[in-house]
C-alpha cells in the first residue's frame, strides 16, 4: 500500500492528526489478538488496532493507519522493522519532518 505525503508521527503529535493517516513507529510492548500497545520515539504508549492480516513479527513496527479520536492508532497497513531499531532518531525525524514539511 503506498500512501504519499503521509506525516510520520510520534505519540505527542496524534493529537492534531485525528482522522488523518499517518506513519507510527513504535516498539511492541504487548499484542493481544487484534490489540497491540506499543511505546512510541518519544516514549509515549499508543494502541493501535491491527487489520485482520497483520503479522507483526519483530519488535519494532511502522504501521499506517487512521487517528482516531482516542488517540489510538487504526491499522491500514504495516511493516516489520526489524529487533534492532533506533527510535531516537526516528523521533529527530518526525519531528524535523513537521518542521520543514517543503523539504519532505
Do not use: C, W
Request: hydrophobic share 40%; net charge negative; charged share 20%.
Amino acid at each position: 500500500m503506498s500512501v504519499p505525503n503521509t506525516a510520520r508521527v510520534n505519540s505527542a503529535m496524534l493529537s492534531g492528526m485525528v482522522g488523518q493517516t499517518v506513519r507510527f513507529v513504535g516498539k511492541i510492548i504487548e499484542q493481544n489478538g487484534t490489540r497491540a500497545l506499543m511505546t512510541a520515539s518519544d516514549k509515549g504508549r499508543v494502541d493501535v488496532h491491527m487489520n485482520e492480516n497483520s503479522q507483526y513479527g519483530t519488535q519494532f513496527v511502522e504501521v499506517i493507519g487512521s487517528v482516531n479520536s482516542d488517540l489510538s492508532i487504526t491499522e491500514l497497513a504495516s511493516t516489520n522493522f526489524g529487533n534492532n531499531f533506533d527510535l531516537d532518531t526516528y523521533d529527530e525525524l518526525a519531528k524535523k519532518m513537521q518542521m520543514f514539511p517543503k523539504l519532505f
